[in-house]
């Protein structure tokens, strides 16, 4: 397997839309020449390898490939995973949405932004349904308005993000973040992928007691198969990663997966939720049919401003409000840990086509509204595929379109277990981790900030609690170290917003009485 590229301080500067050059990586995989482009035949070859800088980036039409099927495998899950998050959601007025359509729309969203970002950032980075906002719109928000209306307010939240980007405002805050603090997002953006996948495996289990809230398996011990199935997944594709081979995620995903089929095959052990020591959210068995037409009736089904006529201006305002900063702020950390995993990051962790890529990401937001599946963004897991090679938005095409046939065969998609996918999360996990070698700790002030920022991203679930503690740590301990001129004016507004963030239950409470 080509080894990964890391920028070097040498690395050429961005230019004014971020593009970096990465073809003077000492490091980078020697797959075609840098220079075989300037004298191209006109082949539709060379044109594609032209317009998604493939060999410029040290990479192959194969290794794309690979890596945008690796991407889909690990996302995969959301195809099942959103509806059931979404479906639990019972609105103001006694209604829920539909498994199914829900499934159909969350492909069709998730193939299309996905395609749209590799076709407008040219960057590896999959979108689908984010999952702190669909469960934040499933518990809390529908709960006070309809799912129209709530999907509304995701639309919102979208245009807002379109417009911070489309002026300018979004990059400004993404360049006001210190180096230091944007490596540290990239690092407890690994780990927290890798919690993701040991909680998706089984591997760590809640206690259901107040200390220690999580523990390993069941009371302590690997007691299920489907958990050593992920084990057996992990250290295979731990062991093809040493030794460099090829195709060592997928190698793994699929191994993983045959053992799988064969495992329920032999012991029959269904789902989790029906019986204890089951697979997670889907049993990998043949299915009885493997094709089924996607119901898109929920596209349309949105009331852009009903929310405010239903609860107030002031109320709706602050779940907006809400919505922006997870969803803005878990998109920017996503960013930053996936360019600088790709080594596609200048000294500045700048990175191609930046303020293309905040807007699509917004777009995927009013997307994700209009089609009732939920505001989608950049998701961390397009680290499996970056770790299989994938520099370019040749990978997302492939990514997108395999989310556009799996709206036809959703009974297939559910064949990978969430404890195989789960395996590839923990090696992108461990892979992201290594960043951590580029800060440097000898300064306390430097140290408590990114040191927050890597650990509550993991322990709270969410990167965007982990960016605001890093964010409002950086400011307040700068501050009393003397160091107050050597932070932006920007960064002293988003953590004051932060602080509002993260006061918003007693906030919304005083606006409530």
Known sequence: MPQRPYRSASAEPANVEGEVSVSNRSDAPTIGAATSNRHDDGTAKNRLDRFFEISKRGSSVAAEVRGGVVTFVTMAYIVILNPIILSSGVDVDGNSLDFAQLSAVTGLTA?????????????????????????????????????????????????????????????????????????????????????????????????????????????????????????????????????????????????GTVVAVIVEAVWNLGSAVDAPGGWGLSVPELPAQWVSLPDLALVGQVDLFGAFARIGVLAALMLVFTLVFTNFFDAMGTLTGLAKEAGLSDAHGNFPRLRSALVVEGVGAVAGGYTSGSSNTVFIESGAGIGEGARTGLANLVTGGLFLVAMFFTPLVSIVPTEVAAAALVIVGALMMSQIRAIDFSDFSVLLPVFLAVTVMPLTYSIANGIGAGFVSWVIVRVFAGKAREISPLLWVVSAGFVVFFARGPIEAFLGA
Do not use: H
């Not at 919102?156 to 300018?168: F, H, Q, R, Y």
């Not at 927290?192 to 302590?220: K, M, Q, R, W």
């Open 111 to 255: 193939g299309v932004m996905t395609i749209l970002f590799g076709l407008v950032a040219r960057l590896p980075f999959g979108f689908a349904a984010g999952l702190g906002i669909n469960s934040f719109l499933a518990v809390s928000v529908v709960g006070e308005v309809t799912w129209p209306e709530a999907m509304g307010l995701v639309i919102i939240n979208g245009l807002i993000i379109v417009l911070l980007a489309a002026t300018g405002l979004r990059r400004m805050i993404f360049d006001a973040v210190p180096l230091q603090l944007k490596l540290a997002i990239t690092v407890g953006i690994g780990l927290f992928i890798a919690f993701i996948g040991f909680v998706n495996a089984g591997f760590v289990t809640a206690t259901g007691v107040g200390s220690p809230p999580v523990g390993l398996g069941v009371e302590g011990s690997i007691a299920t198969v489907p958990a050593l199935v992920f084990v057996f997944t992990l250290l295979l594709t731990g062991i093809l990663m040493a030794r460099r081979v090829r195709g060592g995620i997928l190698i793994g995903l699929v191994s």
